[in-house]
């Protein structure tokens, strides 16, 4: 391995802008769902959280732990139906499923970049 490493380079990685649409999609579905105020606070605040933390990851891509938390929102996202009691609204339901498994699955294809990227900082006096 050579004694150089490759700058990170902020706002690049296609996996925390995948993140941060899939955030704003979540926080507007209650524009064109069906909602109770529960189900739409919920879609909201998950959907502005997975937003702000992906936009936080392309800032600061060699921060690790912002993809796990990107990870924990698709599985809350995902099981909100259920938690907050909305599986019978069969729109929310499904945005909450297909937006939480995604953010999920996009949060953990970013974790080896995210790892490489900490090291590459790691590297760099």
């Known amino acids: 391995m050579s004694g150089t490493s490759t700058p990170v380079r902020a706002w ?6 995948a993140e941060v649409v899939l955030g704003v999609v979540a926080v507007l579905s209650p524009l064109w769902l069906d909602t109770t105020n529960i189900v739409m606070w919920t879609m909201i605040v998950l959907g502005a959280l997975i937003a ?22 698709g599985v809350l996202l995902f099981i909100s139906p259920w938690v907050m009691g909305f599986t019978d609204m069969t729109g929310a339901m499904w945005s909450s499923f297909v937006i939480g498994a995604l953010t999920l699955v996009v949060g953990l294809a970013a974790l080896p970049a995210a790892t490489t990227a900490h090291r590459g900082m790691a590297g760099q006096h």
């Open 52 to 73: 702000l933390d992906g936009l936080f990851s392309l800032a600061m891509p060699g921060v690790v732990y912002g993809e796990y938390v990107q990870v924990v929102l």
């Open 12 to 17: 690049t990685r296609w996996q925390d802008w």
